[in-house]
């Protein structure tokens, strides 16, 4: 029985509080198919204007319209892309189409509705109470089910398999009661997803050939038909670059729709994703900040890996390369305020020599580069550097710094100099609040200005204005800029 104490949802709303099948009737409810339930709440929002996908960028003029026909049409999908490319991402927010609530039988493993209960348990339950069959609440969030598709998944995982613990209680084996089901029936009406489907087993995808086509399952040699509601949605690799495995025939022709999903194909889209990904809010209780241009170099960085003819473009490059270098930077910037004292932890590029060796492991390099991959990132990542300050800082009049190195003099900055630092041997820069306005800085702290300047500086090193001595066998990017 469903708790006293109606549960409330994230946003705040309480469970209905029916709690009989004769009290739901009363309320007008209506039974919907889980497809037929997405479909009009996805109309709903369409009509409406409100986000059908929280959360997804890059996709709205390429993927969505895809993914929203398919639904609309009551189609199981699969979703085949490159990793990281935000396919399970997608995937979980189709949660969001589900009506809040919906009834189900209390008890009931399957999540039998109380008008059409289908296992045995509950319409032997509905014959003896009637209108007194106990209703509980289920939640969206909880009619979601999930399983990353591994060699060593059984069709007992997926659909089921008999239950030693009820056969010893005293069932016989012949009794469908004895049935301990799985995760795909135990997600009835809801929205069951598998990652990474040709992983799967051929002899264990043969096992979801009911589900897709008839609606059902089957368990051994019971005699037992669960006409199952459930939307599934599968993810896969294209075939041509895994290799593990394939999608057999049958079940592919069972699924309604195939969908391409791809990397963000603009820069903007790119940056959006990191900004909203990327966790450097708040590491280990400082705030890191990172600016725009700090988040445009990563950016450009990550589009420049997946087109270098250097990289294996089969495997792709994923976007957790762009969000675990932004992370980097950020963690770079907290380092260098913990152990220098700074209050505020600003990015710079001093930052950003720590990327390569941190992103090394993402990226599957062709084999005719092999012992070549720090040197391919390296360049990379100045090229990424050199481009982000053209569109930035190319066209500004950076004479006001250019100055202060006629008369020979130098500046040394990395990882380990303090902003303050770094200003005072830097001296009075004429022009500085143009620089910072032109990179989208509108604070004045110190922190901001030693990024503005640093990246000043490495962009006119890049564009052969100055020259730049970086410190033989260190990593922490110190280096010293003269004319």
């Known amino acids: 029985m469903r708790s006293s104490t109606p549960r409330e949802s994230s946003s705040g709303e309480s469970a209905p509080r029916e709690s009989t099948l004769g009290a739901l009737r009363a309320t007008g409810h209506v039974r919907l198919p889980v497809k037929a ?3 009009r709440n996805l109309l709903g929002r369409l009509r409406s204007g409100e986000p059908r996908f929280p959360g997804i960028l890059g996709f709205d003029e390429t993927v969505l319209p895809h993914l929203e026909r398919a639904l609309l049409a009551g189609h199981d999908l699969v979703l085949l ?3 990281g490319q935000g396919k399970t991402r997608l995937i979980r927010t189709l949660v969001g189409l589900l009506d809040e609530w919906t009834p189900v039988v209390a008890g009931c493993e399957i999540n039998d509705h109380p008008y059409a209960p289908v296992c045995v348990r509950c319409r032997r339950l509905a014959g003896e109470l009637g209108d007194a069959l106990p209703v509980e609440w289920k939640h969206r969030d909880d009619r979601y089910g999930e399983k990353l598709a591994t060699p060593d998944t059984s069709v007992g995982d997926l659909i089921g398999d008999v239950d030693p613990i009820k056969v010893a209680e005293g069932r016989t084996l012949g ?4 049935v301990h089901f799985g995760l795909v029936p135990r997600t009835n009406r809801g929205i069951f997803s598998i990652n990474e489907l040709p992983d799967l087993a051929e002899r264990i995808q043969v096992a979801l050939l009911n589900v897709l086509e008839e609606r059902d399952v089957q368990v051994r040699g019971y005699a037992l038909r669960l006409p199952l ?26 699924f309604g729709a195939e969908i391409r999903t791809h990397y963000p194909l603009e820069l903007d889209a790119e940056l959006a994703l990191i900004r909203q990904e990327a966790d450097f809010a708040d590491l280990a209780g400082l705030p890191a900040e990172v600016p725009d241009h700090m988040v445009e170099v990563i ?17 792709g490059v994923s976007a957790r390369f762009a969000l675990a270098g932004a992370e980097t ?3 770079g910037a907290v380092r260098r305020a913990a152990l220098t004292g700074e209050e505020h932890a600003v990015a710079r590029v001093c930052d950003l020599p720590a990327v390569v060796p941190s992103l090394m492991g993402k990226v599957e390099f062709e084999v005719s580069e092999e012992g070549r991959e720090q040197e391919v990132l390296e360049h990379l990542l100045r090229r990424a550097v050199a481009e982000t300050y053209r569109r930035t800082l190319g066209a500004a009049d950076l004479t006001g710094l250019l100055d202060k190195f006629d008369s020979g003099e130098s500046v040394e900055s990395g990882e380990l100099v303090p902003a303050r630092e770094l200003l005072r041997r830097t001296g009075q820069v004429p022009g500085l609040a143009k620089i910072m306005e032109r990179l989208g800085m509108s604070g004045e702290s110190p922190g901001q200005a030693a990024a503005a300047i640093e990246f000043a500086l490495e962009g006119l090193f890049l564009t052969r204005r100055l020259s730049k ?3 033989e066998g260190r990593s922490d990017g110190t280096a010293t800029y003269r004319t």
């Open 37 to 39: 339930e997405i479909r």
């Open 469 to 471: 001595d970086v410190a």
């Open 81 to 83: 892309g490159e990793r």
């Open 229 to 254: 509601d459930v939307l599934l949605v599968a993810s896969a690799n294209p075939e041509d670059y895994t290799n593990r495995g394939r999608i057999i025939t049958p079940l592919k022709d069972r």
């Open 299 to 315: 950016g450009r960085f990550t589009r420049l890996v997946r087109d270098s003819t250097a990289v294996d473009a089969r495997s």
């Open 175 to 178: 009794d469908p009661e004895t």
């Open 329 to 331: 930077v950020a963690a």
